[in-house]
C-alpha cells in the first residue's frame, strides 16, 4: 500500500485560541490530520479521531450553555436551531479561519496540493479536535470564553440584519435573479404545540432547512441558516438539481 507523504508540517505552536497549552503535545495530535499518517500510524489517526468526537461534545455543551445564557427567554425549538447553525462545519470552518488554524495544519501532500487548508470539512473536524485538546489538557474556561464570544458576535450580527428572509431575497435576487421560496416539509407534536420544519429553495434547489413553532418561525429560521451556508457573495447557487445541501 502507498505510503501517505506528509507536507512540510509547520512548528506547532503552544497556543491557540487564546490559550496557552500545558502539554503542547496534545495540539501538536489535534493539528495532525489524518491525511498526514500511513498505514502505520494508526494510533496517531486514532487520537485524532479522539479528540474530535470529545471536542465536538464539549463544543455543543458549552454553545448550548452560552445560548441558554444569551437568550433566556427562547424556545428549546429556538435554542436548537441556533445551535444546529453555530455548530455546523461552516460555522467551525470560520471560526478556525478567524483564529488562523489554517496554516497550522499538518496534512499530506495531496491535501495540500488541493487545497486542504481552505476545505470545510477539514477546518471543522480539526476545529472540534483542538477543542478537544483544550478540554483535556484543563482549559474548560477557555472553552467557555469561546462559546460564548461566538455566540454573542452570531446574535449581534442578526440584530443588523432583523430580518433575515428580507436578506436573503436581496441577496438571491441581486446574485441569482431569483426569489426564495419557502415549503412546510413536516408538522410534528401535539395538536397545541406544532414543530413544523420548512425548507427555502432558489430555482429548484433546497439550500437550507428551518424548524419552528410556527410556519413564520420556521421560515426565519431555514432562511437564517441559508444566510450562515451562503455567506460569500461570490458564491453562486446553481438553480437547477434536485440535491439537497443543508
Given at each position: 500500500?502507498q505510503?501517505s507523504?506528509?507536507?512540510?508540517?509547520?512548528r506547532?505552536p503552544?497556543?491557540l485560541?487564546?490559550?496557552r497549552?500545558?502539554?503542547?503535545?496534545?495540539?501538536?495530535?489535534?493539528l495532525?490530520?489524518?491525511?498526514?499518517?500511513?498505514?502505520?500510524?494508526?494510533?496517531?489517526?486514532?487520537?485524532?479521531?479522539?479528540?474530535?468526537?470529545?471536542?465536538d461534545?464539549?463544543?455543543?455543551?458549552?454553545?448550548?450553555?452560552?445560548?441558554?445564557?444569551?437568550?433566556?427567554?427562547?424556545?428549546e425549538?429556538?435554542?436548537?436551531?441556533?445551535?444546529s447553525?453555530?455548530?455546523?462545519?461552516a460555522?467551525?470552518?470560520?471560526?478556525?479561519?478567524?483564529?488562523?488554524?489554517?496554516p497550522?495544519?499538518?496534512?499530506?501532500?495531496?491535501?495540500?496540493s488541493?487545497?486542504?487548508?481552505?476545505?470545510?470539512?477539514?477546518?471543522?473536524?480539526?476545529?472540534?479536535?483542538?477543542?478537544?485538546?483544550?478540554y483535556?489538557?484543563g482549559?474548560?474556561?477557555?472553552?467557555h470564553?469561546?462559546a460564548?464570544t461566538?455566540?454573542?458576535?452570531?446574535?449581534?450580527e442578526?440584530?443588523?440584519?432583523?430580518?433575515?428572509?428580507?436578506?436573503?431575497?436581496?441577496?438571491?435576487?441581486?446574485l441569482?435573479?431569483?426569489?426564495?421560496?419557502?415549503?412546510?416539509?413536516?408538522?410534528?407534536?401535539?395538536?397545541?404545540a406544532p414543530?413544523?420544519?420548512?425548507?427555502?429553495?432558489?430555482?429548484?434547489?433546497?439550500?437550507?432547512?428551518?424548524?419552528?413553532?410556527?410556519?413564520?418561525?420556521?421560515?426565519?429560521?431555514?432562511?437564517?441558516?441559508?444566510?450562515?451556508?451562503?455567506p460569500d457573495?461570490?458564491?453562486?447557487?446553481?438553480?437547477?438539481g434536485?440535491?439537497?445541501?443543508?
Open positions: 500500500m505510503r507523504s506528509p507536507a512540510a508540517a509547520p506547532s503552544l497556543a485560541f487564546g490559550y497549552f500545558r502539554d503542547p503535545a496534545l495540539l501538536h495530535a489535534a495532525t490530520h489524518p491525511s498526514s499518517t500511513d498505514p502505520s500510524q494508526s494510533d496517531i489517526r486514532v487520537r485524532y479521531q479522539r479528540l474530535e468526537f470529545l471536542g461534545a464539549v463544543w455543543n455543551l458549552y454553545v448550548s450553555d452560552a445560548l441558554v445564557s444569551l437568550l433566556p427567554t427562547a424556545s425549538g429556538e435554542l436548537t436551531q441556533r445551535r447553525g453555530l455548530v455546523s462545519a460555522a467551525l470552518a470560520e471560526l478556525a479561519q478567524l483564529h488562523g488554524l489554517a497550522l495544519l499538518v496534512l499530506s501532500k495531496g491535501e495540500e488541493t487545497g486542504g487548508r481552505q476545505k470545510t470539512t477539514i477546518l471543522a473536524t480539526t476545529f472540534e479536535a483542538v477543542i478537544g485538546a483544550i483535556l489538557d482549559g474548560i474556561e477557555a472553552i470564553g469561546l460564548r461566538a455566540c454573542s458576535n452570531t446574535l449581534a442578526e440584530r443588523l440584519t432583523p430580518d433575515p428572509k428580507t436578506a436573503l431575497q436581496q441577496r438571491a435576487q441581486s441569482l435573479h431569483s426569489t426564495p421560496r419557502y415549503r412546510i416539509i413536516r408538522r410534528s407534536g401535539a395538536p397545541h414543530m413544523f420544519e420548512v425548507e427555502v429553495m432558489v430555482g429548484q434547489l433546497p439550500i437550507a432547512g428551518g424548524k419552528g413553532r410556527n410556519r413564520q418561525e420556521a421560515e426565519r429560521a431555514a432562511a437564517r441558516e441559508a444566510l450562515r451556508s451562503w457573495p461570490s458564491t453562486t447557487i446553481s438553480g437547477s434536485d440535491e439537497t445541501h443543508y
